[in-house]
């Protein structure tokens, strides 16, 4: 592979099926533990999770700033059904950073 289509190829971290106070900085260390050199786009597949308590909407955000730090750009990708898009829409999420309704759509986003 080449360093090009490294840097072009999205990190996928799957985040758990729930997200809350006992696992959110675990999540948070998850998606910085991908910033590495190369890597342009992480995203957080949040598809599979059906529950996001505030500490989660932290680890996220907080991920954000650090691949904003690191020139990297961080997707979310998240059911358009679940309770998780709502809160995630209500708290303002996407507009920091860019969710879609599926992985693939994410990892085609330009």
């Known amino acids: 592979m080449s360093d090009q289509a490294a840097q072009t190829t999205p990190v996928v971290v799957v985040l758990p099926a729930e997200i809350d106070v006992t696992n959110s ?25 059906n529950f996001c308590d505030s500490s989660g909407v932290h680890a996220v955000i907080f991920a954000h700033e650090a691949a904003a730090a690191r020139g ?8 358009p059904d679940g309770s998780v898009r709502r809160v995630l829409q209500l708290i303002g999420v996407g507009s920091v950073v860019r969710l879609f309704p599926s992985l693939a759509e994410a990892m085609d986003a330009a």
Do not use: K, N, Y
């Open 25 to 49: 900085e675990f999540v948070h260390d998850r998606l910085v533990a991908a910033l590495t050199p190369g890597v342009g786009v992480v995203i957080a597949d949040m598809t599979s999770t």
């Open 72 to 79: 990297v750009e961080l997707r979310v990708a998240v059911s």
